[in-house]
């Protein structure tokens, strides 16, 4: 059931095996509409189709009942919710857990609401445990260099995230955000980020790079 599993949390634990048995069919349909989810929410695709993925992937996960992989899909969303730079909501996650605490994904949520002091490094994707050490340093320095050391684009942006949550911002992390978002053509997170960096340049009185980027964004909207 891991392997099986493993086709759910594919933004968590960025999981690519395969399992040597088919999956459920609930699991498989679940996994893509999380999927189509994920693509949409990224790349600023109307609400409404987006939300309608995310719910039909709740429907078909409460099919088998595992309040496991239930929990882990409020936590793929409120991990994208990071990777924009946008409101970090509990949804059902919270109901969820009180009927049925799974340690790792208690872990992340506390991870991903930005109480780092609370959360076990063991428990966390191998990716982050790195960037938690640097959250819980303060270093912003090091928080942008194992940011930029993370191979997967979205735990890498879901990481600039968490790093602009906890006020340890630079130039450096803005920008491997900007460039991770447009390389992946995450049109809604390439947005969210160079609106981000143009608030940086402006604060740090660099008004010829605001100007540039803002340019940028008026031509891309």
Known sequence: MKKI???????????GCASSKPAPVWIASGHQQLENFKTDFLTGRAPLVTELHFNKAIEEIKKGGDLDLLGKAWLTRMALQAAVLGKIEDGDYRLIEAAQTVPANRNFYLFISGEAARVEGFLLPEQYRPFLAALKSGEAGQAERTIVAIEDPLSRLIAAGLAVRHRLVTEGILRTAVETAAHEGWKRAL????????????????????ATIRQRLDLIK
Request: net charge neutral; glycine share 4%.
């Open 191 to 210: 947005v969210a980020w160079l609106e981000r960096l143009q608030v940086f340049h402006e604060a740090a009185g660099e008004t010829a790079k605001a």
């Open 5 to 15: 599993a493993r086709l759910l949390i594919f933004i968590l634990f960025l999981a």
